[in-house]
């Protein structure tokens, strides 16, 4: 089993910036890609960003420039830095970890972009 613990979420003014956490535990995880994710009122979620155990990344075309994954292997923790936020980054965002067989999911945190 897998437990994933976002941090970092919270009221920001348009153009600031905010650094996402996300801690995985427990044992027996083989991590192909993690990743993050958000949902905002109303719409579907979305992926925002995502890196896989090679390192590579892919971003949503609305955060590439201004968000940046990465993921501190020794630590188990995956970040999301995100600049430049705008009043349409407000969503639930969520963790995510793509196993061999199974794909978890952390319980979210809330960002709010306004003024």
């Known amino acids: 089993q897998v437990q994933l613990v976002e941090s970092g979420g919270g009221l920001v003014q348009p153009g600031g910036s905010l650094r996402l956490s996300c801690l995985a535990s427990?044992?027996?995880?083989?991590?192909?890609?993690m990743g993050w994710y958000r949902r905002a009122p109303g719409k579907p979620r979305d992926l925002v960003a995502r890196?896989?155990?090679?390192?590579?990344?892919n971003y949503a075309d609305s955060v590439k420039g201004r968000f940046t994954i990465s993921r501190d292997n020794a630590k188990n923790t995956m970040y999301l830095q995100m600049n430049s936020l705008k009043p349409e980054d407000t969503a639930v965002y969520y963790c995510?970890?793509?196993?061999?067989?199974?794909?978890?999911w952390g319980q979210g945190t809330q960002v709010t972009v306004s003024s």
């Open positions: 890196i896989t155990s090679g390192s590579s990344t």
């Open positions: 427990g044992s027996n995880f083989n991590i192909r890609a």
């Open positions: 995510n970890l793509e196993s061999t067989w199974v794909t978890y």
